[in-house]
């Protein structure tokens, strides 16, 4: 019955308007619906309407809106507002009530955020967006007995925080180990050279365990390069050292600002390996002054490609162009399965507004413990009590300037 009622759902988002939806103040809360937008959701609330009925859970959202992470943190936002806003229209009342806060990836303004969320009622934490102020944050929700999940915070020492806070994306030692299997079964090279941020728990986490698996696989890292958050304004060294070693194929596991540098550094020295990345290259065609053509034929590791034809993905990514003016990214696609999850949990599980959000958390624990889920970025995901998701990578590459799956 209830995945019945999901299904329902996604169907009718292809037929809301969304004209409405354009994008709130970061501080402001969205638990109404416009008029125009409950007026189009006919078709599918015949089915939907009325399947929960009880006060709206208040859901928080944090990430950085402004900064470096922009990009990353704006596409979460808007996916989490779309879903919500999809899900009360259909619901013909209120299901959530939601409110996002920019923290500019910071670790203490992330803190700052999640307390003034807290003071206005939060009951279940959508977010953070990046690792470092999610690890903070979850370290503060465990006091608390916050239900977390993020979309996009994937290191493993975010779950290993406490049994209250969950991923949707993957953890960073399976994108490790899925790189170098993908690169390996596809023989896309035998020497590899890896630029990585020392500094980062999450470029860190996933290079060490794409080093073990590399090794098993047969594939050679010539020469591992790293930076750090205090030194990376030049990445000039590391790219010619990976030249220098003869690296057939450059592994990225890091995120698209430092990529755009190296990607122009190795276009001036004449250097053409293979670019590989994981989710966090995911929003390089956006870097502000970033000539694009130079990501031609970049490959990476994402659970979501936005030209896929499959309906749920054309019906997302339609009513997201015409509610912001731009193709989503994997970063919009795992925040909206963040939102529609946590509806399946709730009609599952029968959690209210009334509840506290220590209620809420164990309540929801168990439900996602429980329960499969098919998303936009996976089909049949499942969680297990650390709060791992189980779902398959997808590999795309970038062609004629967008991103195409491979």
Same mark, same amino acid.
């Given at each position: 019955?209830?995945?019945?009622?999901?299904?329902?759902?996604?169907?009718?988002?292809? @037929?809301?308007?969304?004209?409405?939806?354009?994008?709130?103040?970061?501080?402001? =809360?969205?638990?109404?619906?416009?008029?125009?937008?409950?007026?189009?959701?006919?078709?599918?609330?015949?089915? =939907?309407?009325?399947?929960?009925?009880?006060?709206?859970?208040?859901?928080?959202?944090?990430? /950085?809106?402004?900064?470096?992470?922009?990009?990353?943190?704006?596409?979460?936002? +808007?996916?989490?507002?779309?879903?919500?806003?999809?899900?009360? @229209?259909?619901?013909?009342? *209120?299901?959530?009530?939601?409110?996002?806060?920019?923290?500019?990836?910071?670790?203490?303004?992330?803190?700052?955020?999640?307390?003034?969320?807290?003071?206005?009622?939060?009951?279940?934490?959508?977010?953070?967006?990046?690792?470092?102020?999610?690890?903070?944050?979850?370290?503060?929700?465990?006091?608390? +007995?916050?239900?977390?999940?993020?979309?996009?915070?994937?290191?493993?020492?975010?779950?290993?925080?406490?049994?209250?806070?969950?991923?949707?994306?993957?953890?960073?030692? +399976?994108?490790?180990?899925?790189?170098?299997?993908?690169?390996?079964?596809?023989?896309?090279?035998?020497?590899?050279?890896?630029?990585?941020?020392?500094?980062?728990?999450?470029?860190?986490?996933?290079?060490?365990?794409?080093?073990?698996?590399?090794?098993?696989?047969?594939?050679?890292?010539?020469?591992?390069?790293?930076?750090?958050?205090?030194?990376?304004?030049?990445?000039?060294?590391?790219?010619?050292?990976?030249?220098?070693?003869? =690296?057939?194929?450059?592994?990225?596991?890091?995120?698209?600002?430092? =990529?755009?540098?190296?990607?122009?550094?190795? +276009?001036?020295?004449?250097?053409?390996?293979?670019?590989?990345?994981?989710?966090?290259? *995911?929003?390089?065609?956006?870097?502000?002054?970033?000539?694009?053509?130079?990501?031609?034929?970049?490959?990476?590791?994402? /659970?979501?490609?936005?030209? @896929?034809? *499959?309906?749920?993905?054309?019906?997302?990514?339609?009513?997201?162009?015409?509610?912001?003016?731009?193709?989503?990214?994997?970063?919009?696609? *795992?925040?909206?399965?963040?939102?529609?999850?946590?509806?399946?949990?709730?009609?599952?599980?029968?959690?209210?507004?009334?509840?506290?959000?220590?209620?809420?958390?164990?309540?929801?624990?168990?439900?996602?413990?429980?329960?499969?889920?098919?998303?936009?970025?996976?089909?049949?995901?499942?969680?297990? @009590?650390?709060?791992?998701?189980?779902?398959?990578?997808?590999?795309?590459?970038?062609?004629?300037?967008?991103?195409?799956?491979?």
């Amino acid at each position: 019955m209830n995945k019945k009622v999901i299904s329902a759902m996604l169907a009718a988002s292809m @037929a809301v308007s969304l004209a409405a939806c354009g994008s709130t103040a970061t501080s402001e =809360a969205t638990s109404a619906v416009s008029s125009e937008t409950s007026s189009t959701v006919a078709s599918g609330e015949s089915a =939907a309407s009325g399947s929960y009925t009880g006060t709206p859970i208040k859901v928080g959202g944090i990430g /950085p809106i402004t900064g470096a992470a922009a990009t990353y943190g704006n596409a979460v936002k +808007n996916a989490e507002e779309l879903a919500v806003k999809e899900i009360n @229209a259909a619901n013909g009342s *209120d299901v959530f009530d939601w409110k996002f806060e920019d923290d500019e990836h910071d670790a203490e303004k992330s803190v700052n955020a999640y307390n003034s969320l807290k003071d206005w009622g939060m009951q279940v934490l959508a977010g953070p967006v990046t690792t470092t102020p999610t690890l903070a944050v979850a370290a503060e929700s465990v006091n608390d +007995n916050m239900f977390v999940l993020t979309p996009s915070a994937s290191a493993q020492t975010v779950i290993e925080t406490g049994d209250n806070v969950f991923q949707i994306c993957f953890t960073d030692p +399976n994108q490790g180990v899925a790189s170098a299997d993908y690169i390996a079964e596809n023989a896309l090279a035998t020497k590899i050279g890896v630029i990585y941020d020392s500094s980062d728990a999450y470029s860190s986490g996933i290079y060490a365990k794409f080093k073990t698996e590399a090794e098993t696989k047969g594939l050679e890292i010539v020469t591992a390069e790293a930076f750090t958050s205090d030194n990376k304004s030049d990445l000039s060294t590391q790219v010619a050292k990976c030249q220098e070693a003869g =690296a057939e194929l450059v592994f990225l596991p890091i995120y698209y600002t430092e =990529a755009s540098q190296i990607l122009t550094t190795a +276009n001036k020295t004449g250097y053409e390996p293979i670019f590989f990345g994981c989710d966090g290259m *995911d929003g390089i065609l956006d870097v502000e002054g970033f000539d694009t053509s130079l990501a031609e034929g970049l490959m990476l590791l994402t /659970p979501f490609a936005a030209d @896929a034809q *499959d309906e749920k993905t054309q019906a997302f990514v339609s009513a997201y162009v015409a509610a912001y003016g731009e193709t989503p990214n994997q970063f919009a696609a *795992d925040a909206y399965d963040v939102i529609y999850s946590m509806y399946q949990a709730v009609l599952e599980t029968g959690v209210t507004g009334d509840m506290d959000a220590s209620e809420i958390c164990e309540q929801l624990k168990t439900g996602y413990t429980s329960m499969t889920f098919d998303g936009l970025t996976g089909t049949g995901m499942t969680w297990d @009590a650390s709060g791992a998701v189980s779902k398959d990578p997808k590999a795309v590459v970038i062609k004629d300037g967008a991103y195409a799956a491979m």
